[in-house]
């Protein structure tokens, strides 16, 4: 069954090999470098407002930017997304450059920033990720934003906090675009990362969002790249039969010859098999 154990019996060298995203796409430093540049180029551009506090880590911070003018207004949908890095590492500052494409076509966007582990546990950050939720919820009208047009995206870490929150806001999300998540922490028990996560077997369970799917809950996309491994490949398609195993609606998306970085510019990219769907859902609400 898909809430079963997925991961037993894998290697330390296997779980390097299959989760070892910076090792699997060696220029990653260049799309950090591209992503950075890009997103200081779109925070001078857009009216955004940036580093709004939503709670009292330094890092618990949003940035908004109001739908533009294609066709805005109020009751805008949202778009939130929320960053990877493994729960350790990156910011929002880096993703400013997805919310362009939307804005211009009438989506008002936020990042949210959480605090990262090990200054933070792996569930004081999720609290900060639902706090920074709870935010956008009691303030979305206030940005041009309608409350109940909420969609909830991320990617990598991200994508695992997306699901979770997707799950534990069901009422309140319109919809749910994990990007490269993952949905099982197992495999991390026997990965390098743990020692800044500092999960154990209880945790990882308790925080996988495959063992808490939700009945009746909102339309879910996890999306990844074509040229991901076969561990995450098989991480969504596992999340995408036990959320649809309980009824839900669920939409898996492939986009071809991206691999676990460059699926993030896709998702930016108008054209693209991920942001023409994320497009539809946001605007079909």
């Known amino acids: 069954m898909a809430s079963d154990p997925l991961y037993s019996g894998m290697t330390a060298a296997e779980i390097d090999r299959q989760y070892n995203f910076r090792k699997l796409v060696p220029e990653h430093p260049a799309y950090f470098a591209r992503w950075q540049a890009e997103s200081e180029a779109v ?20 940035d908004v930017f109001p739908a533009g003018l294609f066709p805005a207004g109020d009751g805008a949908p949202v778009l939130v997304f929320i960053h990877g890095g493994y729960w350790r590492a990156l910011s929002k500052d880096l993703h400013s450059f997805i919310a362009a494409p939307y804005v211009e076509r009438g989506v008002a966007v936020v990042l949210l920033g959480y605090g990262l582990c090990p200054e933070v546990t792996m569930d004081e950050l999720c609290g900060h990720a639902q706090t920074g939720l709870d935010w956008v919820f009691a303030n979305a009208a206030g940005f041009g934003g309608d409350p109940r047009r909420v969609v909830v995206s991320g990617h990598s870490a991200g994508g695992h906090l997306t699901a979770k929150l997707v799950s534990e806001n069901r009422d309140r999300v319109a919809g ?28 990882a369970r308790r925080l996988s969002p495959i063992h808490a799917v939700p009945a009746p809950a909102p339309l879910l996309m996890p999306a990844l790249g074509g040229l991901e491994t076969d561990a995450m490949h098989r991480q969504q398609a596992d999340y995408a039969l036990a959320w649809a195993a309980q009824g839900n609606a669920v939409r898996e998306i492939v986009e071809p010859g991206a691999d676990h970085f460059s699926v993030v510019d896709r998702f930016a990219e108008p054209g693209s098999l991920l942001f023409e769907a994320a497009l539809a859902m946001l605007r079909g609400m």
């Open 43 to 62: 925070r001078a551009r857009l009216n955004g407002r940036y580093d709004i506090p939503t709670g009292p880590h330094p890092r618990q911070r949003a």
């Open 176 to 203: 749910g675009i994990p990007i490269s998540g993952l949905y099982d922490l197992e495999p991390m028990l026997g990965f390098e990362v743990n020692e800044q996560l500092r999960l154990d077997a209880d945790s």
